[in-house]
Every structure is written in structure tokens, then in C-alpha cells.
């Protein structure tokens, strides 16, 4: 199972997505990650969040979104309001993974981005757009 975050900032209407670079590909990601043994797709989340953002969420911060199949692993994407408007620095693994061929760069985008991004896996993006009009923070 991999939890996902998407993080939103409702006074810069922006959302913090990881830009990857990886083998000469570009392409962006939802934050988040794979859930440790025995752990809940809350606490993966949080979890995740922490690790390579340094940034702590409540189990109230963290929304349903959706949920889908990729191949054989479950996904499962939370929604979260929050107030940073600085863009964090990679931590973790991720910090430790990333060399020249493998970066990981949080940035914040404006909603209206998303549409023209190489958001990974792509099914994701359709999805995310759903979602940000649903929660009416889009359009």
C-alpha cells in the first residue's frame, strides 16, 4: 500500500508536489510512500510527511481523497489545508537517494499547472484534478 499526501495552501491556492529527475526523466509526484508493517494508511501518511518533508500532520489534518489500484499496489491519497508557504527541503531517504541522476525538489504549483504536468503514476493526475474541483479548490 503507498499513502499519499496532497498538501494544499489555501492563501497561495498552490499544492506541494516532489519534481522528480530520475535516469534523465522528468516528472512529478504526490508526496508520500509505501506503508511500514502493521501501519494504517494514516499513520503511513504521516509518517511519510514527516520523513521527507520534516513537517508533522494530524490523523485530523488528513482528508480521504481517493483511492485506486496501481498494478498489484493499493493507493491511498489524503487531502490537507496547511499554512507553510515555504517550500521544505527534501529529508529522509529521499535526501540520502539523491545524487545527480535522482533528484527530488518539493515545489509548490498553482492548481491550474497540474493539467500540463507528467504527474506520475499518470492515472494520478485525472484524479487529482477531480479531486481539487470537488474540494472547490479548483475553478
Same mark, same amino acid.
Given at each position: 500500500m503507498r499513502a499519499g499526501v496532497i498538501l494544499y495552501?489555501?492563501?497561495?491556492?498552490?499544492i506541494l508536489l516532489i519534481h522528480r529527475w530520475k535516469n534523465?526523466?522528468?516528472? $512529478?509526484?504526490?508526496?508520500?510512500?509505501g506503508a511500514e508493517s502493521g501501519e494504517t494508511a494514516v499513520?503511513? &501518511?504521516? @509518517?511519510?510527511?514527516?520523513?521527507?518533508?520534516?513537517?508533522s500532520l494530524s490523523e485530523k489534518q488528513l482528508q480521504p481523497a481517493f483511492t485506486f489500484r496501481n498494478g498489484h499496489r493499493l493507493e491511498i491519497y $489524503?487531502?490537507?489545508?496547511?499554512?507553510?508557504?515555504?517550500?521544505?527541503?527534501?529529508?529522509?531517504?529521499? &535526501?540520502? @537517494?539523491?545524487?545527480?541522476?535522482?533528484?527530488?525538489?518539493?515545489e509548490w504549483l498553482d492548481i491550474e499547472a497540474i493539467c500540463g504536468l507528467n504527474l506520475r503514476?499518470?492515472?494520478?493526475?485525472?484524479?487529482?484534478?477531480?479531486?481539487?474541483?470537488q474540494e472547490g479548490l479548483k475553478n
Amino acid at each position: 500500500m503507498r499513502a499519499g499526501v496532497i498538501l494544499y495552501n489555501p492563501q497561495t491556492k498552490q499544492i506541494l508536489l516532489i519534481h522528480r529527475w530520475k535516469n534523465g526523466e522528468k516528472y $512529478f509526484v504526490i508526496p508520500g510512500g509505501g506503508a511500514e508493517s502493521g501501519e494504517t494508511a494514516v499513520q503511513a &501518511a504521516q @509518517r511519510e510527511i514527516q520523513e521527507e518533508l520534516g513537517w508533522s500532520l494530524s490523523e485530523k489534518q488528513l482528508q480521504p481523497a481517493f483511492t485506486f489500484r496501481n498494478g498489484h499496489r493499493l493507493e491511498i491519497y $489524503f487531502h490537507a489545508t496547511i499554512s507553510h508557504t515555504s517550500t521544505p527541503m527534501i529529508q529522509g531517504e529521499e &535526501a540520502l @537517494r539523491s545524487h545527480a541522476q535522482n533528484i527530488y525538489q518539493p515545489e509548490w504549483l498553482d492548481i491550474e499547472a497540474i493539467c500540463g504536468l507528467n504527474l506520475r503514476p499518470a492515472r494520478l493526475k485525472n484524479l487529482l484534478l477531480d479531486c481539487l474541483t470537488q474540494e472547490g479548490l479548483k475553478n
